[in-house]
């Protein structure tokens, strides 16, 4: 069973409601219906008969490569995410300090170096701020769709050592550098819990759960499970999985203007490269072409916009005309369900391994 998120006439997040009264209220002209990011929600036209609501609970499930995050009340299972992680920052800053450096071993004038202005201080890598601020990016956009009460992480530890606790204990790992930083942000905002890896485990085996292998499956067992765990220990409620649907969703990969193209071109020039404006229009925005239907603008070449399906992959054509396009907003990450097949596969991997699982699916 799927919800839709409601909110009202001020803006206030609301209790989810299902699919056939949403719309009923749509009919009636009682509510609008939106999307925001690939979630259809609806936006009341009048007061609402009651402003009551339950403790709602996102799970998060950190991860290397894919993170889940759960949306759970203590009666329904609302949204099960699973989000790539921010992968490529420490490439790119690597290549930025080469390109520098090579600037400036060149035979041409260029201004002085300037002092490690970051020498003493306490920061956080930016690879580092980058994974944990995105995981801040996503709850900030769950709890615009749900009244978010509690958030449930796992808390990422590692083996410490004695007698060294600045250079080991401290710094080993860059997700325990940024994690406290992050327990900062959500404890000022959200009631939060923290639960260990051997913790989340009892739970998942109390309620006769498994988690597969595949650590980069789309499917509901790979990291899902795991936060369903966390927001059941947060929220409680039935010890029985009623939705075990995915929304994917993945950061856009901004390329910022920069000086100019890493390898020279033709007649040995280094022609611009990179920029968030394509004609007038933000990069990353959601376009309806009358051809291509709906995409997401990724670039211009000669005149013409450079078109790619939502979900990423293969550009759709790279000359489309400005006066063919359609603006309707910025997308702030790519989404995409994983095909049915999938889901109706692993279910059947389940009933075939484990006749407990039945209940759940």
């Not at 609970?57 to 790539?84: C, F, M, R």
């Not at 956009?141 to 050592?161: G, Q």
């Not at 490269?273 to 072409?289: E, I």
Request: proline share 5%.
């Amino acid at each position: 069973m799927n919800f839709v998120p409601v909110k009202s006439r001020d803006g206030q997040q609301l209790m989810p409601t299902t699919p056939t009264r949403a719309g009923m209220m749509i009919k009636a002209g009682d509510a609008a219906p939106y999307w925001d990011n690939g979630i259809f929600c609806i936006r009341l036209n009048r007061e609402p008969s009651a402003r009551y609501k339950q403790d709602i609970a996102v799970g998060v499930d950190p991860g290397s490569k894919k993170e889940g995050y759960t949306i759970k009340s203590e009666a329904h299972t609302y949204l099960n995410v699973q989000a790539d992680a921010h992968t490529h920052t420490k490439k790119k800053i690597e290549t930025r300090r080469n390109l520098r450096r090579g600037r400036r071993s060149r035979k041409k004038p260029n201004r002085k170096n300037r002092t490690n202005r970051l020498a003493n201080k306490t920061r956080i890598p930016p690879s580092t701020r980058a994974r944990w601020h995105w995981k801040i990016r996503v709850l900030d956009w769950l709890s615009k769709l749900y009244p978010v009460t509690h958030v449930c992480v796992e808390d990422i530890a590692a083996r410490t050592r004695k007698g060294n606790q600045r250079m080991w204990n401290v710094s080993f790992s860059p997700l325990e550098v940024g994690k406290q930083w992050f327990y900062q942000q959500v404890s000022s905002r959200w009631q939060l819990f923290t639960l260990r890896g051997y913790e989340t485990k009892e739970i998942r085996d109390r309620l006769g759960l498994r988690k597969s292998r595949r650590k980069t499956a789309e499917a509901f067992d790979a990291h899902c499970v795991d936060s369903w765990c966390l927001a059941y220990h947060a929220v409680g409620g039935e010890a029985v999985v009623d939705n075990t649907s995915l929304f994917c969703i993945a950061p856009f990969q901004v390329k910022r203007r920069t000086l100019h193209r890493q390898n020279p071109q033709k007649g040995g020039k280094r022609p611009r490269f990179g920029g968030t404006m394509h004609l007038g229009l933000v990069k990353n925005t959601l376009v309806k072409h009358v051809k291509h239907g709906l995409a997401v603008i990724c670039g211009h070449q000669k005149g013409g916009l450079s078109l790619q399906p939502i979900a990423g992959g293969k550009r759709l054509t790279t000359q489309a005309k400005l006066s063919n396009c359609k603006s309707l907003t910025r997308l702030n990450f790519r989404h995409w369900k994983p095909p049915r097949r999938t889901a109706e596969k692993t279910m059947e991997v389940k009933q075939e391994t484990d006749p407990v699982q039945l209940t759940l699916w």
